[in-house]
């Protein structure tokens, strides 16, 4: 007995002395840490602010050393009065809103379904984790693979230009992501509320519609917002299948480029404008991205 | 609802009921084989059929086989009738066969709708006679004999499930579930199952000018090779295979015995296990470095150094910016929010964005490496585009990296860490020891997905570099679409497609047992 106390109380001392070693390696430590940060900070941000700057520069001002408004060049909003006159930003600002909206939509509704079938059924064959490990197989298979038979398939159902073509892409691989986020969330609710419903006598519909999804709203709203987000990033899909109806704001930011070299103010202007939707829409679902792009691994 | 009700060992006497009322015991061999054997039976004879009996019947008497009018569709722009009807076959005789007696619902719709799927060539062919000949009177014995024999698959499993093996419940109790599953399903398998089918058949075509033109066989494969150096090749990769396999046993060796100064079987196991992981990687690059010819060898090979090294970078400083950010930090929220832009930052703007960065007259970079006297050559030298392309990727990646790995340390067992640290382990024995072994699923899954994705890099190149200076960063997606949309060759683009899926599929099951637990949580316990 007084031996097991003697131990417990030189381990203490240990610690004790430990601990104001750790106390001046933590002062240094988090001096390097605050240093680490203020680089992470402007590593990470430097292209959108260099982006921002471009988006006020005169052409003149593109070279050399300009980092700071007003200091190093006079800031100018020309850049973003012809980006306002061009006609076609509208047009792909639309195709794109169009498009990710309607993917994300459709993503969500079957994705949402698929998700509630594999957290809440037993299946036996397939099993439940077959059947994840197949909608996850969607998010490993290298895109451009599906590029020649999308072309001639979509070519076939006259769909080539349109923003159907690209909902329909789009959609197919944004389907793994509210699977995943899903089918975790809606094994996170407890079982016994969906039993009461069943016990009243609803139905395995009215039970989904009515109990499961008002309780994952929010991994719904999320998964949506993914989901767009991706789907407004997009921009093989847009460039193999669209001409100049249907194009995407990716498209458009790399089409506008080609014809006229390096316009650094275009490229700007333009990217602050493509970026901004999934930038916010990232902001918005911080606190679950990671369920979502890791293969749902760990809980975000 | 059977699947709702309470988990828990069944009584034996509840089982008895359940059997009854499912009908599971009242099955024999013959019940349960019959019908599966007969739909098999029925689609391959329709298959057989069509390929033995003349397909479509001439004015002058004269036939033509199932070859000639599958070629003339493909040449006629409609190839994926011919590719759907082999899908929808296919998936019928496979759903016959894998779908247990309980799931008979999805077994039932799966074969019926493969079946009737399976049609669409005859009846392609009856409706757009004259496209197949002009001379064309009407469907020969071959196809009329497939509409029938799949028009049979279609019914033997409803002959089944109604009579053969009839029970109180048509489908068994819980067939609704199929119901939240089957839009999904039927999604993927018509746009993604699909089109790989689609781009098999298109792989075996020339084309010109983005119309089909010929029938090629796998030439199209055979191009990519160089026959000549596959005896060499594969010998080196053996080679290399035995020199990584080699490496990996004695580090690995020597490491566990420096550990604890003795090496017991399971510590030789734990290393056996990593060989493959360097073994299989080194025989590849080897194998595919040797027989590929160029350019296809060539941007294979930038492409994996791209990878390799971009992957590299991002797991490294990924995984010690969240050792380093995994204490109480005020700032973590905010570090985490900035950290999640550049993963959204649309990927192609930003590829236009690092082209005036890296801006070799006056761009920010070297405008401000001139305040030291240098000058890259970011874009117009080969190696430097290749740098810059890795920077943007590591940019873009890092914190995708570093996301998922800081979550993945603060799901860590903090009373196992705490513990080891009490008990008088240093940083690093509780990172080599503890910290490690427990994220290594975790990592295994992030290199998995960055691997993976890094061959899928395709907007930054193009956005950066347009695959230049020449082709020095035409990464082999790019360089595979511009095959198919430059030069207009979808049959050889999709035979290069099917190397690099080949390559993500061997990848993936390399990794596939050391991750797949992490998500794959326990199956839905119910009865």
Not at chain 1, 170 to 178: E, K
Not at chain 2, 67 to 90: H, R
Not at chain 2, 351 to 363: N, Q, S, V, W
Not at chain 2, 493 to 516: D, H, K, T, Y
Request: overall charge positive; aromatic content about 12%.
């Amino acid at each position: 007995m007084s031996a097991g106390a003697d131990a417990i109380g030189s381990r203490r001392g240990i610690q004790i002395q430990r601990s104001t070693q750790r106390k001046r390696r933590r002062a240094l430590g988090s001096i390097f840490i605050v240093a680490m940060l203020v680089l992470i900070v402007f590593w990470t941000l430097f292209p959108f602010y260099w982006s921002l700057m471009n988006a006020f520069k005169q052409p003149q001002d593109n070279y050399g050393n300009n980092w700071l408004p007003w200091i190093q060049f006079e800031p100018t909003v020309r850049p973003w009065r012809i980006l306002w006159d061009e006609r076609e930003i509208r047009k792909a600002l639309l195709n794109s809103t169009i498009v990710s909206v309607g993917a994300a939509s459709v993503a969500l509704v079957l994705g949402t379904l698929a998700a509630y079938g594999i957290a809440r059924f037993r299946f036996n064959r397939p099993r439940n984790g077959s059947l994840t490990t197949w909608f996850l197989s969607q998010r490993v298979l290298p895109p451009v693979i599906f590029v020649t038979p999308f072309f001639l398939i979509i070519r076939e159902l006259n769909l080539i230009d349109t923003v159907w073509a690209l909902i329909l892409l789009n959609a197919t691989f944004n389907l793994p992501f509210p699977v995943i986020i899903l089918t975790q969330m809606f094994r996170e609710i407890p079982r016994e509320l969906e039993e009461a419903a069943q016990v009243d006598g609803a139905s395995r519909l009215a039970i989904f519609l009515r109990i499961a999804v008002p309780l994952v709203l929010p991994g719904i709203v999320v998964s949506w917002i993914l989901c767009l987000a991706f789907s407004w990033n997009e921009f093989l899909f847009g460039f193999a299948t669209t001409v100049t109806d249907a194009r995407p704001i990716p498209v458009f930011l790399a089409g506008g480029d080609q014809t006229r070299g390096v316009d650094f103010q275009a490229i700007g202007t333009r990217m602050a404008v493509a970026t901004s939707v999934p930038l916010i829409a990232a902001l918005m679902v911080q606190r679950y991205i990671v369920r979502g792009l890791s293969l749902g691994a760990v809980k975000g | 609802m059977a699947q709702l009700e309470s988990t828990g060992a069944i009584p034996p006497l509840a089982r008895i009921e359940r059997a009854r009322a499912t009908g599971v015991e009242a099955t024999s061999a013959f019940r349960t084989w019959a019908p599966k054997i007969a739909i098999a039976a029925a689609i391959g004879v329709g298959g057989i059929l069509s390929f033995a009996l003349p397909a479509v019947e001439l004015k002058g008497g004269e036939t033509l086989s199932i070859d000639t009018v599958g070629n003339k569709l493909v040449l006629a722009g409609s190839g994926w009738v011919t590719a759907l009807s082999w899908f929808a076959g296919v998936l019928a005789v496979v759903a016959a066969f894998a779908f247990p007696r309980s799931e008979r619902f999805a077994q039932t719709i799966a074969v019926t709708a493969g079946s009737i799927i399976a049609m669409v060539t005859p009846y392609y062919v009856a409706t757009h006679l004259s496209v197949i000949d002009p001379d064309a009177s009407g469907l020969g014995t071959g196809l009329i004999g497939a509409w029938i024999a799949f028009g049979v698959a279609a019914v033997v499993p409803w002959v089944s499930v109604l009579w053969l093996n009839r029970s109180q419940t048509v489908f068994g109790r819980d067939w609704p579930k199929w119901l939240f599953l089957l839009p999904a399903i039927i999604w993927i398998l018509a746009l993604t199952a699909f089109p790989l089918v689609y781009a098999l058949t298109t792989s075996r075509y020339a084309f010109r000018n983005g119309r089909i033109n010929r029938f090629v066989g796998w030439d199209n494969y055979r191009r990519m090779f160089d026959v000549d150096s596959t005896s060499r090749a594969i010998g080196g990769a053996l080679l290399w295979a035995g020199i990584a396999a080699g490496v990996v046993l004695v580090a690995g060796v020597a490491l566990a015995w420096l550990n604890d100064r003795e090496l017991t079987a399971a510590d030789v196991r734990g290393v056996a296990r990593f060989i493959p992981i360097a073994a299989v990687p080194a025989a590849l690059v080897y194998l595919l470095r040797t027989i590929l010819k160029d350019p296809l060898g060539e941007q294979l090979n930038i492409t994996i150094f791209f990878v390799v090294v971009s992957v590299a970078i991002e797991m490294v400083l990924g995984f010690l910016l969240a050792m380093l950010m995994n204490r109480e930090l005020k700032a973590r929220g905010a570090l985490r929010a900035i950290l999640t832009l550049p993963i959204f930052a649309t990927p192609i703007g930003i590829g236009y964005l690092a082209r005036t960065i890296f801006y070799e007259e006056g761009g920010p970079v070297n405008a401000f490496l001139g305040a030291f006297g240098y000058k890259v050559p970011w874009l117009s030298d080969p190696d430097w585009a290749r740098i810059a392309t890795i920077i943007i990727d590591v940019w873009q990646w890092t914190p995708f990296v570093f996301i998922i790995a800081l979550a993945g340390l603060q799901g860590l067992p903090q009373d196992v860490l705490e513990a080891s640290e009490v008990d008088g382990a240093s940083a690093w024995q509780v990172l080599r020891f503890v910290t490690l072994p427990l994220m290594a699923p975790i990592l295994w899954l992030i290199l998995l997905l960055r691997t993976i994705d890094g061959f899928k890099a395709f907007d930054i190149p193009s956005g950066l570099t347009l695959g230049g200076p020449g082709r020095a960063t035409e990464y082999f997606s790019l360089f595979n679409y511009r095959t198919a949309r430059k030069f207009f060759n979808y049959g050889e683009a999709a035979s290069q497609a099917f190397l690099l899926l080949f390559i993500v599929m061997v990848l993936v099951s390399l990794l596939w047992g050391r991750i797949q637990h992490v998500y794959e949580e326990e199956e839905v316990k119910q009865v």
